[in-house]
């Protein structure tokens, strides 16, 4: 499975940015994981394929939402209330099969290849 993200650039603070993944084939469970300089790769939100149910960081809970598009193979993150703590490359990843340890990057298969979110006044 290939994924492809979109999306992302420069946010003020309190602002408003989407990123995108599309993927090449079904799977089980997409993510969006996050990794700020000098810090280690955090999970932000997930979502299983199959119901939609959605998984999020309590950092990113009531403002984050995670979304999918079963015609397009596309998952977004709409990203509202943005800080500058939020600041990392986004990265998307996938499973072919659900994991109740959605949180851990290592149990993901597949990865996009990043995008830069920057939240700066």
């Known amino acids: 499975v290939q994924l492809v993200e979109s999306g992302g650039g420069l946010a003020q603070p309190g602002g408003s940015l989407r990123v995108s993944c599309a993927a090449s084939?079904?799977?089980?469970?997409m993510a969006w994981f996050r990794q700020a300089r000098g810090k280690e790769r955090a999970f932000v939100a997930a979502i299983r394929w199959g119901d939609g149910n959605t998984r999020y960081a309590d950092s990113v809970k009531g403002r984050f939402t995670i979304s999918r598009d079963s015609a397009k193979l596309t998952v977004n993150l709409q990203m509202n209330s943005l800080k500058p703590e939020d600041t990392a490359v986004y990265y998307c990843?996938?499973?072919?099969?659900?994991?109740?340890?959605?949180?851990?990057?290592?149990?993901?298969?597949?990865w996009g290849q990043g995008t830069q979110v920057t939240v700066s006044s």
């Open positions: 990843a996938a499973r072919l099969v659900y994991s109740v340890q959605y949180y851990d990057s290592e149990q993901y298969d597949f």
């Open positions: 084939g079904r799977t089980g469970v």
